[in-house]
């Protein structure tokens, strides 16, 4: 089965300043999906951004960006001008060609004024 | 578009007792999956329904169960519950494309689950 590891429990960024947060993944499958998602204290997760492991070009949502490594595995995610917003729980997601997600443990983000 | 919508949003229980959680999916959308989330536990999944079958499990006792109807509307419900079952209960819907499709799980906003 695929795992994902997201190894930083805990984050924090000042206001204004980039903070990235790192996300790995084992899975013997060439074709997948990875996103991000978001779930602030309001409970509801929501996505960030996703992408497709055959393209090579990374992912880029307005502030949000990643760096795909697929020979790594590694699928991290970059936010820029962190806004307080942004404070969140942070869920690295992985789609196999079953159609099954698999999530990591979280990244908790706090956000610095 | 209304978005995925769980009921109820809180729920206490004692254990020993059963409970059931409903779930309608946005309008389009004909798999549906649930998720236990607890703290430092991030999400399990439980198993997902696509046209009224489960097509997905998880690893969780056979006293979790679900179904789906014919709307795509899902329940889940569990029996005998333990301490341990008290959690926030997801629900997602996607817009299934197949297996080589990007289509994202869109969530509600969870059932918060009290077991005393």
């Known amino acids: 089965a695929q795992t994902v590891t997201q190894s930083q429990p805990e984050m924090s960024v000042q206001e204004a300043e980039t903070v990235t947060l790192s996300c790995t993944y084992d899975?013997?499958?060439?074709?997948?999906?990875l996103f991000w998602y978001k779930q602030p204290p309001s409970r509801q997760m929501i996505l960030v951004i996703r992408?497709?492991?055959?393209?090579?070009q990374n992912a880029t949502e307005n502030r949000f960006s990643v760096n795909f490594q697929k020979a790594a595995k590694s699928f991290s995610l970059k936010i820029s001008d962190s806004q307080l917003g942004d404070a969140a729980m942070y869920f690295c997601?992985?789609?196999?060609?079953?159609?099954?997600?698999?999530f990591g443990t979280g990244t908790s983000l706090t956000v610095i004024p | 578009k209304a978005g995925v919508t769980q009921t109820p949003r809180y729920l206490i229980k004692t254990r020993g007792q059963q409970v059931t959680l409903s779930c309608s999916p946005i309008?389009?959308?004909?798999?549906v999956s649930w998720y236990q989330q607890t703290p430092g536990q991030g999400l399990q999944f439980l198993f997902e329904y696509f046209s009224e079958t489960q097509r997905n499990k998880g690893n969780f006792p056979g006293r979790f169960s679900g179904r789906q109807f014919s709307n795509s509307r899902s329940e889940m419900n569990v029996s005998t519950l333990e301490l341990g079952d008290s959690a926030l209960y997801l629900c997602?819907?996607?817009?299934?494309?197949?297996?080589?499709?990007?289509?994202?799980?869109?969530f509600g906003n969870g059932t918060r689950l009290t077991v005393t």
């Open positions: 997601a992985y789609k196999s060609l079953g159609n099954q997600f698999y």
């Open positions: 899975t013997s499958e060439s074709d997948y999906y």
């Open positions: 309008s389009g959308h004909r798999s």
């Open positions: 997602a819907s996607s817009l299934d494309q197949g297996s080589r499709g990007n289509s994202p799980l869109h």
């Open positions: 992408q497709e492991a055959y393209k090579q």
